[in-house]
């Protein structure tokens, strides 16, 4: 083969697997959900108001993976939107609602079932306050949302497996299904993109239950982006 | 050939010193605890034996380019000839000297380790090489997706998200994981411990100044493994038994709900029985079901 051949045989090569990489890439980066923005939804330093809800099937309305478990989020304009990437102002009191409508189990590590990292270390659980809560009894802990690098964690308690009214895929609405209604405070720290989680490994049928949605951005996990 | 050893022998002799002096007590991982310490040295020492052999290579290769250049008068040429046969002095030193560094190296390396008690290496469950310090305080890192915590076995067991060590105490960690292999690495105690499910990974080390500390997971271990990662300190013996003690008091009531300390937990035992996982659940199941717990036998 002359040398042009091998030449263009050698660049051609190298073209298909730089498009291989840039494909792998831009594939990876590309589905992210959306940023629900909360910074501009009330005057400076007032306190955003963040209601989420946890849901054991996200369902046929929001993407590929009917059957994973997700967190939903409300925008401003009170609309359900299946995200984990939420903008907030920095040093601002986040007063955080979660509408926990999944089971729960006993925690794999039950020291988060005890609240952290909130103000006052306490959460109340439908109207009443607690900063423990003991996962191996009652109905358990279904998740938890832990901001790990700002030491946040609350527990949140999950509802009656046994429940006849127990929501089966989103959006969830109460009372036509049962809830627990969690309501905590916390105070953001400085700009940053904080990762938050949850860490009871509920991705059912993966290895330790920490793959498919807990190895998701979008559904067990996501980014608190903090702006100044 | 001569001129080339004394350009060598002058260059080692002068950097050798200087790197030493000014840039060894700089070097990570500075000298926060003993196995900082001697981590520091065994650095210092690799590089001083190392730097002589690099400005050997860097000498030959700056005179050959300079003294043998082509277009240089006289200069012989360079295929064929006695001047490109082998040179048995040069050669018999050459392996002679790499042997002696590398045997040497590895008896350093030995001695290092034990007289450090691991040298802040995970010794596994069964240490042959312990501190000499009468006392050591025992401090259980517990790794899971994607956090380290701390129990605290001496002040009854208490769990922390926070890393707070005494100065001057010798320190046992006990390294373990609730799922996955994660690796326990606190730089400035130049401690680094693979933490791995059912299994105590001792390392040792002994704390000599107050400071922070850098605590990251360093085995890939998932989507957040880059979060994983958290600021210690190390206080004064004083400051800690105040912390240590209110922590205790404070998480007295989630403390009761752990199960008792163990060295490790296993992954099937049950949740409230003394093991971290629920009763239902098979971690090294592909269809874990997760529900209410169910009625004990």
């Given at each position: 083969?002359?040398?042009g ?7 051609g ?8 990489a840039?494909?792998?890439v831009?594939?990876?980066?590309l ?9 501009s ?10 209601t989420?809800?946890?849901v054991?099937s996200i ?7 009917p ?19 939420w ?6 009191r ?5 509408e926990?409508?999944d ?11 005890r609240?952290?990292?909130?103000i006052?270390n ?24 832990s901001?790990p690098?700002l ?33 905590t405070?916390?105070?953001t ?16 049928g993966f ?10 951005v979008?559904?067990?996990g ?7 | ?17 200087l790197?030493?002096?000014l840039?060894g ?8 605890t003993?196995a ?6 065994d ?10 052999v ?19 008068k006289?200069?012989p ?7 490109a046969?082998?040179?048995l002095?040069?050669?018999v ?11 040497g190296l590895?008896?350093?390396?030995i001695?290092?380790?034990i007289?450090?008690?691991g040298?802040?290496?995970g ?9 000499t ?11 899971q ?15 922390s998200?926070?890393?707070?060590l ?18 326990f ?9 693979d933490?791995n ?5 001792v ?26 990662f958290?600021?210690?300190?190390v ?12 922590t ?19 992954p ?20 874990e ?9």
């Open positions: 083969m002359s040398f051949g091998r030449l263009s045989v050698v660049l090569l190298f073209i298909v697997a730089a498009g291989f840039v494909w792998g831009v594939g990876f980066l589905p992210q959900p959306p940023t629900v923005d909360f910074t939804a009330q005057p400076a330093g007032a306190p955003v108001n963040l989420v809800q946890t054991g369902g046929n309305g929001y993407g590929n993976h059957t994973w478990v997700s967190y939903l989020v409300k925008n401003p304009q009170g609309q359900w939107i299946h995200s984990t990437i903008k907030v102002p920095a040093h601002t986040i007063n955080l609602t979660v926990q409508f089971s729960g189990s006993p925690l794999r590590n039950q020291q988060w079932g609240v952290q990292g909130t006052g306490v959460m109340t659980l439908n109207g009443k306050p607690i900063s423990v809560y003991n996962s191996n009894t009652g109905n358990g802990v279904g998740h938890t949302f901001i690098t030491g946040i964690s609350v527990p949140l308690v999950g509802v009656n497996p046994n429940a006849n009214n127990i929501c089966s895929q989103a959006p969830c609405s109460s009372p036509s299904s049962v809830v627990n209604i969690i309501r405070s916390f105070v720290s400085g700009p940053g993109n904080y990762p938050w989680q949850c860490f009871v490994p509920c991705g059912l290895l330790f239950g920490n793959g498919g949605p807990m190895s998701t979008g559904y067990m996501g980014f608190l982006d903090v702006e100044a | 050939m001569w001129r080339m050893v004394a350009i060598w022998a002058i260059l080692s002799v002068v950097l050798d010193p790197f030493y002096f840039v007590p700089h070097i990570p991982p500075g000298d926060m003993s900082a310490v001697s981590n520091q040295f650095f210092n020492v690799l590089f001083l034996i190392a730097l002589p690099l400005l050997a290579v860097w000498v030959y290769l700056a005179y050959s380019i300079i003294m043998w250049r082509a277009s240089r006289g200069v040429e360079p295929v064929g000839g006695t001047e046969r082998g040179h002095g040069v050669q030193g050459w392996i002679v000297t790499s042997t002696v560094i590398v045997l590895f008896v350093f390396g001695v290092e380790l007289t450090t008690a040298s802040g290496g010794e596994g469950p069964n240490p042959i090489w312990t501190p310090s009468a006392t050591i305080l025992p401090v259980q890192v517990i790794a997706q994607w956090k380290f915590t701390y129990r605290y076995p001496t002040f009854g067991g208490f769990e998200q926070q890393l707070v005494p100065n001057d105490t010798a320190i046992a960690f006990h390294v373990t994981s609730l799922d996955v292999i994660h690796d690495w606190a730089y400035q105690l130049s401690i680094k411990a933490a499910p059912q299994l105590d990974n390392a040792y080390t002994t704390t000599r100044q107050t400071g922070s500390v850098t605590v990251r997971c360093d085995e890939l271990c998932g989507l957040w493994h880059g979060a994983m958290n600021y210690g300190k206080v004064s013996k004083t400051a800690f038994n105040i912390w240590a003690k209110a205790e008091k404070a998480t007295a009531a989630n403390t009761k709900d752990l199960p008792p300390f163990a060295y490790t937990y296993v099937d035992a049950n949740g409230s029985d003394g093991g971290y996982y629920p009763d239902n659940v098979d971690p090294y199941s592909h269809s079901v997760y529900g209410a717990t169910p009625a004990k036998s």
